[in-house]
């Protein structure tokens, strides 16, 4: 099971901030030190390496006398303000002992699921590792708002995952693998294989721990694996003091079992990463056309728009009769235009309105079946 790991050539790794940290706040040396030689020594053996880190919030706490995570955005971005520099400039010094050099990298999630912004985070990430730097990526937690969150770093090193086309995902935190219950429980058994949603079952997943830094606990971590191994990428869970040995092939942890196929990389993650900003609800043949024939969405096909979104916007299709989502999409037109297009064909709305109007409300190359 473990030739998953041994085999891995690009290699995405997440680290939480309560494995950075102290429960205090502020970097801890030894522990950034530690994980630093465990991917230095990867790279310079021939291995691409992609960090995604978080930590930045946590280790801007100390420097700004705050004794908690804020709850509230702005103070989390200022936090983060402080805290992305010391983290960054920490693992440049690291990485420089083993003569590398990192790259950093902010996303949120409107950089990767805008077709533009996509390809560029890509071309970033892939010219990065072409030139044998190290890229280490978080969330731009400086400029993010509500909308346009991952919500955690789990998720969006699943993401990362996909988007670099990696061959293993390891999710560093401070729990050596996943258990049936708490891992303080002494009824609780480790599970060292997941093939599949099958072996989850029953199992009481925890919320994050009690240092007080993090976002995620195990809930997000098993959902990160979820969103992995559905691209075709393996994934390891297990603690950061066991990077080394996990990444050395190891029974340690735990190894999620990758699907047989990938789907495509943009596509999910427009499944997987957006919140819908609106809902298209649509006529029994449009829901044909888009599921069945896959094909794009017409104006015709449409009997009524909900939300608030602009062109570009991720907005839901909706089956009207069912009321279920049936696909995910980005939209052509703001929200304020579409009542007037709804029921009327494009060679109608071109000859009514101008050219500009004869276009889809959603492109099928824009469209993902959920």
Known sequence: ??????????????VGSSSLTTAAGGLDDQRVDALVDVLGDLATHGRE????????????????????????????Q????????????????????HGMTVGQVLLTVDDVTRRVHYRNAYRTLRKLLDLGALPIVNENDTVATEEIRFGDNDRLAALVAALVD???????????????????????????????????AGIRISAPGKSGVGTGGMVTKVEAARIAT???????????????????GEDVGTLFRAAESRPAAR??????ATSPRGRLHLDPGAVTAVVARRKSLLPAGITAVDG???????????DAGSGAPVARGLVNYDA????????RSTPELAAALGPGYEREVVHRDDLVLL
Do not use: C, N
Not at 167 to 196: E, F, H, M, N, W
Not at 230 to 248: E, N
Not at 308 to 316: K, R
């Open 1 to 14: 099971m473990r030739e998953a790991v041994t085999g891995a050539r690009r290699i995405v790794v997440k």
């Open 49 to 76: 390496v992609v960090l995604v880190s978080s930590g930045a919030i946590a280790a801007g706490l100390a420097p700004l006398r705050l004794r908690r995570r804020p709850r509230d955005l702005a103070t989390q």
């Open 78 to 97: 200022a936090a983060a303000s402080v805290g992305q520099g010391l983290l960054i400039g920490r693992y440049a010094a690291g990485f420089a002992r």
């Open 230 to 248: 559905g691209f075709g990428i393996p994934v390891v869970l297990t603690s950061a003091p066991q990077a080394g040995p996990a990444l050395a």
């Open 308 to 318: 608030s979104f602009a062109a570009g916007d991720p907005v839901d299709l909706v």
């Open 166 to 200: 990696a061959d293993l995902l390891v999710l560093l935190s401070d729990v050596d693998a996943l258990y049936t219950g708490s891992p303080s429980d002494p009824a609780s058994r480790k599970i060292p294989y997941v093939a599949g949603d099958e072996d989850l």
């Open 336 to 343: 304020v235009e579409l009542p007037a297009l709804l029921g």
């Open 267 to 272: 596509l999910f993650w427009l499944a997987h």
